[in-house]
C-alpha cells in the first residue's frame, strides 16, 4: 500500500510564495503540470541521476531538468572549469572572451548544418533569432511551425497578453504530416520566409513520435521548392540523440538549427548555426545582442561537456541505458492490460493513457503517476522523461519494477 509523501516545507513554501511571486513558479513547473499535492515544488540538490526534494525525499529522477541534463547533476569535472573561470578570469565583461571563437569552431565540427554559429541564453532565443534570420535572408514574413519552440510572442501557446498580428503570420501543421504542410505552403508557399520543426515529435501530453521513413526528407524538398528556409528546432535532440544532431542522426541537413538544453548540462546557453549563406545577416541586417550574451561560463561549460561527451562516448552510453529501460517498461506496460502506450524509447521515455470515450485515461494518468511519485521515481505527466549517464542499472531496474507495482495499484482506483 503506497503512503502520501510528506511534502509539508513544498507545499508551505507554496503557499508562501503565491502571495509574493505570480503563480508561486513558472508555467511548467506548477504543481497543475504534475499531481497536485503529490508532487514535490521545490528540490533542494541533486547529484547524478538522482535530486532530493526540500523534505528530504530522494528519488530517481527522469525529467533531468526539462532536458539540459545529459552527464548527471553537478559534474565535478564541469563544474570545476567553471570555478577556475570565476576565479581566475572573470565571466562578465564589456568585451567578449576568447572561449566564443573555440565554441563556435566545436560546433561547426560537429554539426552538419553549421558553418557559421551564434550564441545565445535560452532556446527561446534561439528560436526567435532563427526566424528573425529567416524573415530578413528571404524578405518574407510568414513562418510555418511545428513543435514547441518556447514562450516568445511568435510561438507561445497561451496568447494572453500577445498582438494577434504578432502570430497571425505564423501557420502550423502536425507532426508527420507532409499533406498538411503542402497545402499551407501551396496556399501560402510565396510568402514563408521559413519552416521550424522538431526533427523528432514530441507534442505535450501525447506520446513522443519519431520521424516517418521519408518525413524529414520530404520537408526539406518542400523547403527548396518553395525558397524557404529550413529550420531544425534541436533545443531537445542536440547534444542526445547524436553530438551532430538528430539531422546527422537522420541524415537530412536544415539551412538552420537551433541548440541548447544538454548543450551545457545544465548551465543556460543555446546556439543558432546554420549555412553562411543564411547566417551572414546577422552581420549587418539582423540586429542580435543582449547583456549576458557572451558571459563565458556557460560557454566554458559547454565545451567541457562536449569534451566529456566525445571522450566517454556518452551518448552511446546513454542509448544503451535507454535501450535496457525502454525493453523493461514496454513490457511492463504490455503486461498491465491498461490501454497505456510507451513511447519516446530509448532516450525520451513517456507513458501515456489511450484517450477513451469515458474519458477513464483522466483518472488513470493521475492515479498512476501518484503510484509512481509515492515510490520516488520522477517522471512527468504530461511530458516525455530523458535518461542521462548517470543513472545506473539499478536505477532502472527499480524505475521498472515501480511502473509496474504503480500498474498493478490501478486496481485500486478504476
Ligand atoms: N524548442 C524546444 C523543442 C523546446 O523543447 C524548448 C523548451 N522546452 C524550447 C524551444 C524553448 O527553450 P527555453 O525553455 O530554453 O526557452
Not at 545565445?120 to 524578405?139: E, H, L, M
Not at 556557460?298 to 562536449?306: D, F, G, P, V
Not at 514496454?330 to 521515455?349: C, N, Q, R, T, W
Request: charged share 25%; aromatic share 10%; glycine share 8%.
Amino acid at each position: 500500500m503506497s503512503q502520501k509523501l510528506n511534502l509539508n516545507l513544498s507545499d508551505s513554501m507554496y503557499q508562501n510564495a503565491l502571495n509574493i511571486i505570480p503563480g508561486a513558479v513558472a508555467g511548467i513547473r506548477r504543481p497543475y503540470n504534475f499531481v497536485p499535492g503529490e508532487y514535490p515544488i521545490y528540490f533542494e540538490h541533486g547529484k547524478g541521476g538522482r535530486v532530493t526534494d526540500v523534505d528530504g525525499n530522494e528519488y530517481i529522477d527522469f525529467l533531468c531538468a526539462y532536458g539540459p541534463i545529459i552527464i548527471g547533476y553537478r559534474e565535478e569535472e564541469i563544474d570545476n572549469e567553471v570555478i577556475e573561470q570565476m576565479r581566475n578570469k572573470g565571466f562578465c565583461f564589456s568585451l567578449t572572451q576568447p572561449i566564443q571563437n573555440r565554441l563556435a569552431q566545436k560546433l561547426i565540427d560537429l554539426i552538419p548544418s553549421a558553418e557559421m554559429a551564434a550564441f545565445v541564453k535560452t532556446g527561446s532565443d534561439a528560436t526567435s533569432i532563427a526566424i528573425r534570420v529567416a524573415r530578413a535572408a528571404t524578405d518574407r514574413v510568414k513562418i510555418v511551425r511545428c513543435g514547441y519552440h518556447g514562450w516568445h510572442d511568435w510561438c507561445v501557446e497561451v496568447k494572453g497578453g500577445v498582438p494577434q498580428k504578432v502570430w497571425e503570420d505564423i501557420h502550423e501543421f502536425h507532426y508527420n504530416d507532409l499533406d498538411e504542410l503542402e497545402d499551407i505552403m501551396k496556399e501560402h508557399g510565396d510568402n514563408i520566409a521559413g519552416i521550424i520543426v522538431t526533427p523528432v515529435g514530441h507534442p505535450l501530453a501525447e506520446k513522443v513520435q519519431e520521424p516517418k521513413p521519408g518525413f524529414l526528407e520530404g520537408v526539406r524538398k518542400i523547403a527548396d521548392k518553395y525558397g524557404s528556409i529550413l529550420i531544425f528546432d534541436e533545443i531537445r535532440s542536440g547534444f542526445r540523440v547524436d553530438m551532430g544532431g538528430a539531422q546527422k542522426l537522420y541524415g537530412v541537413t536544415p539551412d538552420l538549427a537551433t541548440f541548447g538544453k544538454a548543450m551545457a548540462n545544465g548551465y543556460p546557453i543555446a546556439a543558432l548555426v546554420g549555412k553562411k549563406e543564411v547566417m551572414k545577416v546577422l552581420a549587418d541586417k539582423v540586429f542580435l545582442s543582449s547583456t549576458f550574451f557572451p558571459n563565458s561560463l556557460e560557454q566554458i561549460a559547454c565545451l567541457k561537456t562536449i569534451e566529456i561527451l566525445e571522450r566517454d562516448n556518452i551518448l552511446a552510453t546513454v542509448r544503451k541505458k535507454g535501450e535496457f529501460f525502454s525493453n523493461l517498461v514496454e513490457e511492463v506496460v504490455k503486461k498491465s492490460g491498461y490501454d497505456a502506450e510507451f513511447s519516446g524509447g530509448p532516450l525520451m521515455p513517456f507513458i501515456t493513457f489511450n484517450k477513451d470515450k469515458d474519458g477513464l485515461y483522466k483518472k488513470l494518468r493521475p492515479a498512476f503517476y501518484t503510484e509512481l511519485i509515492r515510490r520516488k521515481v520522477f517522471l512527468q505527466p504530461y511530458h516525455h522523461g530523458y535518461i542521462c549517464y548517470r543513472h545506473t542499472d539499478e536505477d532502472l531496474k527499480y524505475a521498472a519494477n515501480m511502473i509496474a507495482e504503480s500498474f498493478e495499484e490501478l486496481k485500486k482506483y478504476c
